[in-house]
């Protein structure tokens, strides 16, 4: 807002609650979705139920996710066949997240060991556990047509996945508050983004090579839109984190380390998913050449980055996940009210 702008329409925080930085009129980018959407999103969630074996009120709450939906915003161009197997792994990833929460480091070791082990070899790995037959169950398709950088991306950030969990955990159990760039290196790993960018070549059954994957533009253009995902989910899910005393947000680590109010340090994050977004522009400015037929896949990859972004975003306030029944609501009007703390 410039120095002579008026104030008279601004909404304005309350002590109860804050106002959501304007993120969605932030990012310009087209929103796209599957034709598929609907029938697999569907089909995918029964997949879930079955193989989770939820009970209420769990039920009900992944009901209201609509995971299915995001996948179908991110890779809407997957035939129905892949973008059923991205939905099931979005499924599972945002239920082995809610898994996880509750895992002490112990648990979350023997769970990683599980579910990695099922991707290094889905069709003879053993096991009893949920997570792990579930992996069993959607890598078991994903390698049918995966191609060996992709496959192998997927897994090792799967791996970095469950090794930043395992930090996390101990940090709650010992009731640490990391700094803010401890915080984000870490965040960039539990976020479970990295693998969903794997995905993106899956979905689009290209398969780039390292010389690609590793070149510091790409790696720039991942890490931002990892940073946007990130950081924005950070704002949506606040509320609902710090009602049950979560501190692995990047809003808390702000407030404990710049002494900022809640207001501010909301304020504070939108400016830098803002600044996310520039920086991904940035870099697809100076994307160098590998030739036409590769420029062609990498114009496929920066897309589906570019599809995350959006998709995320407007997906957030779709979900019941963050705002409940209101996130349409909260779209337009940008008010969250605070929600009681749980009894510890």
Request: charged content about 25%.
């Amino acid at each position: 807002m410039s120095p002579t702008a008026t104030y008279e329409n601004v909404p304005r925080p309350s002590p109860a609650g804050f106002i959501l930085p304007d993120l969605v009129s932030d990012c310009h980018y087209p929103l796209f979705l599957s034709p598929h959407c609907y029938k697999v999103a569907r089909a995918s969630e029964q997949w879930l139920l079955q193989g989770a074996r939820l009970v209420e009120p769990r039920v009900t709450k992944f009901m209201g996710l609509k995971a299915g939906e995001l996948t179908a915003a991110c890779y809407p161009d997957a035939d129905e066949f892949h973008l059923r197997v991205c939905s099931d792994f979005m499924n599972w990833l945002f239920n082995m997240d809610d898994w996880l929460d509750e895992f002490d480091v112990t648990d979350t070791w023997g769970m990683r060991e599980c579910c990695i082990g099922a991707f290094r070899d889905p069709i003879n790995f053993q096991t009893d556990k949920l997570g792990g037959l579930m992996s069993k169950s959607f890598f078991g398709r994903f390698i049918q047509t995966g191609g060996p950088g992709c496959t192998e991306r997927f897994i090792h950030t799967m791996d970095l996945f469950f090794i930043a969990v395992a930090k996390q955990a101990d940090d709650r159990a010992k009731g640490r508050v990391p700094d803010l760039e401890s915080y984000i290196t870490v965040r960039r790993d539990t976020s479970g983004c990295k693998p969903c960018f794997a995905l993106i070549e899956y979905a689009a059954r290209i398969d780039l090579p390292d010389e690609v994957m590793s070149h510091p533009v790409i790696m720039a253009m991942e890490e931002s839109t990892n940073d946007l995902v990130t950081w924005s989910n950070d704002i949506f899910s606040y509320n609902v984190e710090q009602s049950r005393h979560d501190t692995h947000n990047m809003i808390v680590v702000l407030m404990r380390e710049q002494g900022l109010d809640l207001q501010g340090a909301v304020d504070y994050v939108g400016a830098l998913c803002k600044g996310t977004i520039q920086r991904f522009e940035d870099n697809r400015a100076i994307l160098p050449s590998w030739g036409e037929e590769l420029d062609k896949q990498v114009a496929i990859y920066v897309q589906g980055l570019q599809n995350w972004i959006v998709g995320s975003l407007h997906w957030s306030f779709d979900s019941e996940r963050y705002f409940g029944k209101e996130g349409l609501q909260v779209k337009k009007d940008r008010i969250i009210k605070l929600l009681p703390k749980r009894a510890l």
